[in-house]
T-cell receptor, first 114, second 115 residues
Framework: AQSVAQPEDQVNVAEGNPLTVKCTYS??????LFWYVQYPNRGLQFLLK??????LVKGSYGFEAEFNKSQTSFHLKKPSALVSDSALYFC????????????FGKGTTLSVSS | KAGVTQTPRYLIKTRGQQVTLSCSPI?????VSWYQQTPGQGLQFLFE???????NKGNFPGRFSGRQFSNSRSEMNVSTLELGDSALYLC??????????????FGSGTQLSVL
């Protein structure tokens, strides 16, 4: 069965420092991986996806993610964090047996302090 | 282009009642999916509709049902509400069904509280 794990419930960084939000996955076959962000009282917003190609994927708001097949990871990164990046981040993998359904990780709360 | 619209934004119901939630997808999108979000279980897939047909269903009891209309708008119904049904219900639309790389566009959700 496909699954995705986010090992950290919360990540704290200072503004201007680089940030990493971790994600590992388990799939049979090639993974289709996504990152979404959720701000308070809002739905999820798409950040980026990896389908195939370059292992470094660039997305919205300066975020990027690195696909690592050997470590089955898809960590989200940003070179310089902003206070406005504080939100709940979800990693997701496509469930090939369920149409466009996504299997989400539990989410990681990112807190950026000024 | 307007985003995904969910109504109502908040609902308070009592155990045993039933509830209907509505979702209007982005214009031109024909696929609508529903997710339940709770602090304990996170985000869980409920079902997906495409062209008025349910294409996929998650692991939820039969009390959870839905439908899609010819204009792609979708409704989700929960009958005989239980306390554990309290959650944020999110609707998402996409332009293609089964497109593996397709991103989803989410609405702001309906927060359901069951008392």
């Amino acid at each position: 069965a496909q699954s995705v794990a986010q090992p950290e419930d919360q990540v704290n960084v200072a503004e201007g420092n680089p940030l990493t939000v971790k994600c590992t996955y388990s799939v049979s076959g090639n993974p289709y991986l996504f990152w979404y962000v959720q701000y308070p009282n809002r739905g999820l917003q798409f950040l980026l996806k990896y389908i195939t190609g370059d292992n470094l994927v660039k997305g919205s708001y300066g975020f990027e993610a690195e696909f690592n097949k050997s470590q089955t990871s898809f960590h989200l990164k940003k070179p310089s964090a902003l206070v406005s990046d504080s939100a709940l981040y979800f990693c997701a993998v496509r469930d090939f047996q369920a149409g466009t359904a996504l299997i989400f990780g539990k989410g990681t709360t990112l807190s950026v302090s000024s | 282009k307007a985003g995904v619209t969910q109504t109502p934004r908040y609902l308070i119901k009592t155990r045993g009642q039933q509830v209907t939630l509505s979702c209007s997808p982005i214009s031109g999108h024909r696929s609508v999916s529903w997710y339940q979000q709770t602090p304990g279980q996170g985000l869980q897939f409920l079902f997906e509709y495409f062209s008025e047909t349910q294409r996929n269903k998650g692991n939820f009891p039969g009390r959870f049902s839905g439908r899609q209309f010819s204009n792609s708008r979708s409704e989700m119904n929960v009958s005989t509400l239980e306390l554990g049904d309290s959650a944020l219900y999110l609707c998402a639309s996409s332009s293609k069904q089964g497109a593996q790389g397709e991103k989803l566009f989410f609405g702001s959700g309906t927060q359901l509280s069951v008392l």
